[in-house]
């Protein structure tokens, strides 16, 4: 059975698998909280029985089954209906009770006797008469069944979370090792999930179906076997994105699964056959472990191929779905800021130029007229007019258009258009290069202007 080079699109169909399995893991919950689990001894308490059987009675060859149900039938006469039986070393008789105390144990000890004593009457190995007879007896109590119970369930989670460490380790490489452990966990918990739900179902039909330490033995080695064909896939997988970087991730997982698909069912499948064979024939002692280990292993193969992998397609999918948003989001940013720039540059000069606070402005404490414009005054002319002196003399400076990019040549001197004319006054103190102190504005003086004709013929006269 070869799937290499098929064309089967296993990835395609994720949605399908995962459909599968949350229909098995639902059942086994709906099952799990109408009906509970079936504990055993170890976990509840009760009580332990062993009986040495007569050499005459003892079970032939692959008659121990047989012996055993006629047994729980006489049983089940006297009143004891939810016993597990079992048959040790060939010549030992172990019958698990529900016993609370010490008082209802001898109870029950004596019900053995009446139901199981004449059927097991025989003769031992030198011919005698020899009966059923009790060697070993011991009672669970309940604060040790809780006990023991929060190991199991501490031993489990330490083995689960032990495994995700080791696979987050040796799989991270291009930092993806996280997403590899997340992956094996979700397979984990799948078969832990089905294998705890469908027992529990099993339990409310066959009362020999119990959660002993037999199953919890049997699902730490599920959780192993379970991870180690997700191993498998795994290094397949990486080795072919090592050398098939171009393709699509989806398409290197599916051709990954084909490949190793081979190798994953013929190995369950023989497993799973000598795990039917002991179920059949391996007798009352192994039963509830060969079941939970049948059951197990053939939810790991479903997992390990069906679920581990799809996990790893859907965490890929949803990346590229972020990475999309984040290049639209960038994409969106940058085309408004290029939007706003286009608008800036088309607004006109005198537009820009009200948008631009003035910087270093005198506050306004008075004005003075200049050739259609109001300007303010310095200190010390605003303070000679307050006191009602005169103006020394009256100047007309001509002040160049400064651009609005350009430093201002004067920082308290406002800026004028080209051509007008600032009439100034100056106070008595100013200096002697025409500044006054308070202010530092130096003035320049009007330059002469020509005697008109009447004046001139007046000097002539």
Same mark, same amino acid.
């Given at each position: 059975?070869?799937?290499?080079?098929?064309?089967?699109?296993?990835?395609?169909?994720?949605?399908?698998?995962?459909?599968?399995?949350?229909?098995?893991?639902?059942?086994?919950?709906?099952?799990?909280?109408?009906?509970?689990?079936?504990?055993?001894?170890?976990?509840?308490?009760?009580?332990?029985?062993?009986?040495?059987?007569?050499?005459?009675?003892?079970?032939?060859?692959?008659?121990?089954?047989?012996?055993?149900?006629?047994?729980?039938?006489?049983?089940?006469?006297?009143?004891?209906?939810?016993?597990?039986?079992?048959?040790?070393?060939?010549?030992?008789?172990?019958?698990?009770?529900?016993?609370?105390?010490?008082?209802?144990?001898?109870?029950?000890?004596?019900?053995?006797?009446?139901?199981?004593?004449?059927?097991?009457?025989?003769?031992?190995?030198?011919?005698?008469?020899?009966?059923?007879?009790?060697?070993?007896?011991?009672?669970?109590?309940?604060?040790?069944?809780?006990?023991?119970?929060?190991?199991?369930?501490?031993?489990?989670?330490?083995?689960?979370?032990?495994?995700?460490?080791?696979?987050?380790?040796?799989?991270?490489?291009?930092?993806?090792?996280?997403?590899?452990?997340?992956?094996?966990?979700?397979?984990?918990?799948?078969?832990?999930?089905?294998?705890?739900?469908?027992?529990?179902?099993?339990?409310?039909?066959?009362?020999?179906?119990?959660?002993?330490?037999?199953?919890?033995?049997?699902?730490?080695?599920?959780?192993?076997?379970?991870?180690?064909?997700?191993?498998?896939?795994?290094?397949?997988?990486?080795?072919?994105?090592?050398?098939?970087?171009?393709?699509?991730?989806?398409?290197?997982?599916?051709?990954?699964?084909?490949?190793?698909?081979?190798?994953?069912?013929?190995?369950?499948?023989?497993?799973?056959?000598?795990?039917?064979?002991?179920?059949?024939?391996?007798?009352?002692?192994?039963?509830?472990?060969?079941?939970?280990?049948?059951?197990?292993?053939?939810?790991?193969?479903?997992?390990?191929?069906?679920?581990?992998?799809?996990?790893?397609?859907?965490?890929?999918?949803?990346?590229?779905?972020?990475?999309?948003?984040?290049?639209?989001?960038?994409?969106?940013?940058?085309?408004?800021?290029?939007?706003?720039?286009?608008?800036?540059?088309?607004?006109?000069?005198?537009?820009?130029?009200?948008?631009?606070?003035?910087?270093?402005?005198?506050?306004?404490?008075? +004005?003075? *007229? #200049?050739?259609?414009? !109001?300007? &303010?005054? %310095?200190?010390? /002319?605003?303070?000679?007019? @307050?006191?009602?002196?005169?103006?020394?003399?009256?100047?007309?400076?001509?002040?160049?258009?400064?651009?609005?990019?350009?430093?201002?040549?004067?920082?308290?001197?406002?800026?004028?258009?080209?051509?007008?004319?600032?009439?100034?006054?100056?106070?008595?103190?100013?200096?002697?290069?025409?500044? +006054?102190? *308070? #202010?530092?504005?130096? !003035?320049? &003086?009007? %330059?002469?202007? /020509?005697?008109?004709?009447? @004046?001139?013929?007046?000097?002539?006269?």
């Amino acid at each position: 059975m070869d799937f290499r080079g098929k064309n089967i699109d296993l990835v395609g169909k994720q949605n399908l698998w995962f459909g599968i399995s949350l229909a098995l893991i639902l059942v086994g919950l709906v099952s799990w909280a109408a009906f509970g689990l079936n504990l055993g001894i170890d976990f509840k308490g009760g009580g332990q029985f062993q009986y040495r059987i007569p050499m005459s009675q003892r079970p032939a060859a692959g008659q121990d089954v047989a012996l055993l149900n006629e047994t729980r039938g006489l049983l089940e006469k006297q009143g004891l209906r939810r016993v597990r039986l079992q048959i040790a070393g060939g010549n030992t008789l172990v019958i698990n009770t529900e016993a609370s105390n010490q008082s209802e144990l001898r109870g029950q000890q004596r019900r053995i006797t009446e139901a199981l004593g004449a059927r097991f009457k025989g003769t031992d190995a030198e011919n005698r008469p020899a009966e059923l007879r009790l060697v070993g007896q011991q009672f669970v109590g309940p604060v040790i069944g809780k006990e023991l119970k929060n190991n199991a369930i501490k031993g489990v989670i330490l083995g689960v979370l032990c495994i995700a460490l080791w696979i987050y380790i040796r799989y991270n490489f291009a930092g993806d090792g996280l997403r590899y452990a997340v992956a094996g966990i979700v397979a984990l918990v799948h078969d832990v999930l089905v294998l705890i739900g469908l027992f529990a179902l099993i339990g409310k039909i066959d009362p020999r179906v119990e959660i002993d330490g037999s199953f919890i033995a049997a699902l730490l080695t599920v959780v192993g076997y379970s991870i180690n064909d997700s191993v498998v896939i795994f290094d397949r997988l990486r080795e072919n994105l090592k050398v098939r970087r171009k393709e699509a991730f989806n398409t290197v997982v599916n051709d990954s699964l084909l490949e190793t698909m081979s190798r994953s069912i013929n190995t369950g499948l023989t497993v799973l056959i000598m795990l039917f064979v002991l179920l059949l024939l391996g007798g009352e002692s192994i039963y509830n472990f060969v079941l939970a280990m049948l059951v197990g292993i053939a939810s790991g193969l479903y997992s390990s191929i069906f679920n581990a992998s799809m996990v790893l397609t859907a965490w890929h999918r949803w990346d590229e779905k972020k990475q999309a948003q984040a290049r639209q989001n960038r994409a969106a940013a940058a085309t408004s800021r290029t939007a706003a720039s286009r608008a800036t540059a088309t607004r006109s000069p005198a537009a820009q130029a009200t948008d631009r606070p003035p910087s270093g402005s005198p506050p306004r404490r008075s +004005t003075f *007229a #200049t050739a259609g414009a !109001t300007m &303010p005054l %310095p200190d010390s /002319a605003s303070a000679s007019r @307050a006191n009602g002196s005169s103006y020394a003399e009256q100047s007309t400076t001509s002040v160049p258009r400064q651009e609005p990019d350009e430093p201002a040549a004067f920082s308290n001197a406002p800026l004028v258009p080209d051509g007008e004319n600032v009439t100034g006054e100056m106070t008595d103190d100013a200096g002697a290069d025409g500044a +006054t102190p *308070a #202010t530092g504005i130096r !003035t320049q &003086p009007a %330059p002469p202007t /020509a005697p008109s004709r009447k @004046a001139r013929a007046k000097r002539r006269f």
